[in-house]
């Protein structure tokens, strides 16, 4: 049995429902089953007045598990619980339902508090409807009770971006009724019970407000709006606008048809595509801080309280910015007194930029940026727990560096490098302290950007991992954690879809055309738009080490080296494949053919026709199957741990669509057989560069599925291991 609910009647005639599945109080069949029962007998027994539902140890409830859905539904009763459970037991009950809320009240646990007649919270409780984060709208009456407690407005905000609010923002819009401890939490509540039974509290019915809905021609207006707003965000997802339309029901035909509505929209999307890649992707996200070999060794994490950060450039004061806004205490280290000041700057703008977008409060910006202090000198090292090395990308001068911080840090000190491409074990060469050195490779901007690639050489010890795990939580970043081996794992398994592009503007596709279809097929940034966001001087430096050990599977391409020439280098210098203006705007550039055509006489490539004739169906498969081709030679050289790390990192790291589950999910819905043969095809033609790699051959010819588990070879094998890189760093 998968979780129940208990049943405790008091002396003054309250019942307590008590939610009970740890540790997050999921509604389990076997929960909901259990919480109609006791609330029946609840209703029908004559010495309970009033209930309370609550959740057992300070969590309400987490809501639905959500591994039921992305399933083909089992033959439930389309309504049974949202309507006739609910909606007709719960809500329409004779005797006053009070929630105790604390910890989550999520998704379908909150939409049970909301049928409740009252709602008591914590303050820091958590609420919220994030059903849309799986494809799917809430279910259980959440799209017309939200509306009617918090208005319309605000309702669609949380709901359409899964936002959470605390139990004090909760009460402040009126979804909660009053704030309690978390001590007094069922005292409160069932006091309040009691009040509403003896008319001193009203006895609100939420599927029945109107007070707090806006007049209809307002209401329209927002959803039209919101409609814009969804089409815009998220073009190819269906789900918010069919959670927008259930909405609207209940505005224009009553909530009771609403709810009819939303139960079939629910019925539909918990069975679509979309839906199983998103669901499949929120525990590949889960399973990224669990590395087999490491996490399950029992070591504690070390407290890390101060950081030193050396090197205030665009990317360290990035880092910095990210450090204090999760309350860190930090040391910016610049050589000079101008650099230094330039670095403060630039995080003090990137603090500010945060209050702007109203990600940070004004009043926390002054001790957030009280939280960090500039130096000049290793000296002020003495007492740091970890430093995050980001100077330029040049090997000697972080070798110079590692062993200057081996000097003045104390020995339990992590030494870390964010690196994107330099190999950690040339950097710690002049040290003794392989041991503790490690890679933080933060994506760009750090303090925006969701993901941290952990780079653990072959000497890092398993209590770095362990911390650098602790402290990416506290940092609130996905970590992937990956072997030290050319490119790491991410850029590695991304540099084959701007090389396939250029090939392609090469034989005569127009790039622009390519960058659309990525995007069109969900890419946040097509391959071009992508090399001029990261620069043409990271690209190329990438692309050296890149051709200098990938061989044939790299392919050389003239095309950013003749733009360079000309002093383009991409976004930063306004000019790269697209023109930039002083905003966030671009456009693409007339004079981008002259490029391609000097390329092209280099490298002797001419126009293909077939090629030109491609859809942009088959310009995607062009330009993403080498991609796919990468992250298996990445499972087949055991850089990273699992092949749900290369999802997540597709999609936070490099824009891959979410919905479609990350880059391997997305192949194995196509099949390794299907993009292995057109491989083979395109390799015959254009080279090597496609040809695959024995990992997908291998599964291909057997037809399985590209998402076995390390964990499960390393048990087929009884190789423990395993998780040693069979391979390092290279060249
Ligand atoms: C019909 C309805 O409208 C439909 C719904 O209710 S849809 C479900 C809505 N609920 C959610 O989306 C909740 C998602 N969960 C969360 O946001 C966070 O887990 C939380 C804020 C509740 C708790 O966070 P935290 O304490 O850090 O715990 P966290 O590590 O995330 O989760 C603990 C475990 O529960 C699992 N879990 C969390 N929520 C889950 C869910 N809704 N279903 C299944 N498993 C879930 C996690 O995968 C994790 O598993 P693991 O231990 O094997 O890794």
């Known amino acids: 049995m998968k979780g129940k609910t208990l049943l405790e009647v008091g002396a003054d005639g309250v019942a307590i ?22 609330s029946e007998q609840a209703l029908l027994r004559d010495d309970v007045k009033a209930i309370v539902i609550t959740g057992s140890k300070g969590k309400f409830s987490g809501g639905f598990d959500v ?54 919270s914590t303050s820091s409780a958590q609420l919220g409807l994030p059903e849309l984060r799986y494809g799917i709208l809430p279910g259980f009456g959440g799209t017309q009770r939200l509306p009617r407690l918090v208005g319309l407005h605000k309702a669609l905000e949380m709901i359409l971006m899964s936002k959470f609010v605390n139990g004090d923002n909760a009460h402040s819009l009126g979804l909660v009724d009053a704030l309690s401890s978390a001590d007094e939490l069922t005292k409160i509540a069932r006091l309040w019970a009691i009040d509403i039974l003896e008319f001193r509290r009203p006895w609100a019915v939420s599927l029945h407000r109107t007070d707090r809905l806006e007049p209809l021609a307002e209401a329209r207006m927002i959803l039209k709006h919101a409609r814009i707003t969804a089409k815009k965000q998220a073009p190819h997802l269906k789900h ?24 079939e929209a629910l019925l539909e999307l918990r069975q679509s595509d979309t839906c199983r890649s998103l669901v499949y992707f929120f525990f590949a996200q889960h399973r990224t801080s669990k590395v087999p070999g490491i996490t399950d060794m029992g070591l504690i994490p070390r407290k890390v309280n101060t950081v030193a950060v050396v090197g205030g450039g665009l990317m360290g004061s990035s880092i910095v910015t990210a450090l204090v806004l999760s309350n860190y205490t930090v040391i910016l280290k610049e050589v000079n007194e101008k650099a230094l000041l330039a670095g403060i700057e630039r995080v003090k703008v990137n603090l500010q930029d945060h209050v702007k977008n109203g990600k940070l409060a004004e009043a926390k ?53 964010s690196s994107s491409m330099v190999n950690l074990n040339l950097i710690g060469e002049r040290t003794k302290s392989q041991y503790r050195i490690v890679g ?5 901007q750090a303090h ?72 069109a097929f969900g890419m946040t940034m097509g391959p071009f738009r992508m090399i001029d966001s990261v620069g043409f001087e990271v690209v190329t430096a990438l692309n050296v080490q890149l051709g200098k050990n990938f061989g044939e599977r790299y392919r050389e391409s003239k095309l950013i080296s003749v733009m360079q020439e000309d002093n383009r280098a991409g976004e930063t210098t306004r000019k790269g494949f697209y023109m930039y203006d002083s905003g966030s705007k671009f456009t693409p550039d007339p004079d981008i053919k002259k490029y391609i055509n000097k390329a092209s006489s280099i490298s002797s490539d001419s126009v293909d026709y077939e090629l030109i004739k491609l859809s942009d169906e088959e310009i995607v498969e062009m330009i993403l199957f080498p991609v796919v081709n990468e992250a298996c030679c990445l499972l087949e050289d055991r850089i990273v741990v699992q092949a749900s790390d290369l999802d997540v990192a597709s999609v936070m790291g490099m824009g891959f ?49 590209l998402l076995i588990l390390w964990r499960t070879l390393c048990k087929l094998h009884c190789d423990h291991a395993f998780m040693r890189p069979i391979l390092s760093w290279h060249g």
Request: aromatic content about 10%; hydrophobic content about 45%.
């Open 448 to 519: 925006l950007m969701p993901l941290l690639e952990i780079v653990r050489t072959e000497q890092t010890s398993p209590q770095v991992i362990v911390d650098l795990l602790a402290i990416a939580k506290k940092m609130r970043k996905i970590p992937v954690v990956v072997c030290n081996y050319t490119g790491f794992a991410i850029n590695r398994m991304f540099f084959p879809y701007s090389q396939a592009a250029l090939m392609l503007v090469e034989h005569g596709i127009d790039l622009y055309q390519i960058d659309q279809a990525a995007t």
């Open 440 to 444: 933080t490779h933060f994506f760009s």
């Open 67 to 120: 591994t039921a859905f992305g399933k083909k539904a089992k033959n439930g009763k389309l309504g049974f619980w949202s309507i006739e459970f609910i909606t007709d037991i719960l809500e329409a009950a004779r005797k006053p339902l009070v929630a105790a809320i604390d910890g989550p009240a999520l998704g379908g646990g909150l939409e049970i508090a909301l049928a409740c007649h009252a709602r008591i």
């Open 365 to 417: 910006l002054n001790k957030n940026l009280s939280l960090f202090k500039g130096v000049l000198h290793y000296e002020d090292f003495r007492e740091v727990d970890m430093v995050i090395e980001a100077v330029s990308e040049n090997t000697d001068l972080k070798l110079g560096i590692f062993a200057e911080l081996e000097t003045y840090c104390p020995p339990y000190c992590i030494l870390a490098s």
């Open 657 to 705: 669509p979410e919905y479609r589950g990350g880059i391997i999910f997305w192949a194995d819905t196509l099949g390794s057989k299907y993009i292995c043969s057109k491989l083979e095809k395109w390799s015959k033609t254009y080279g090597a560069f496609f040809n695959p790699c024995a990992y997908l051959a291998e599964k291909a010819l057997k037809r399985t599925s």
């Open 240 to 263: 918010p606008l069919v959670c927008i339309d259930v909405i609207e029901e209940g505005l224009i035909h009553g909530p009771r048809a609403a709810l009819w509505k939303e139960s």
């Open 17 to 38: 429902i008590i939610i009970n599945n740890p540790p997050l109080n999921l509604l389990s069949a076997d929960v909901l089953f259990s919480l109609k029962e006791n």
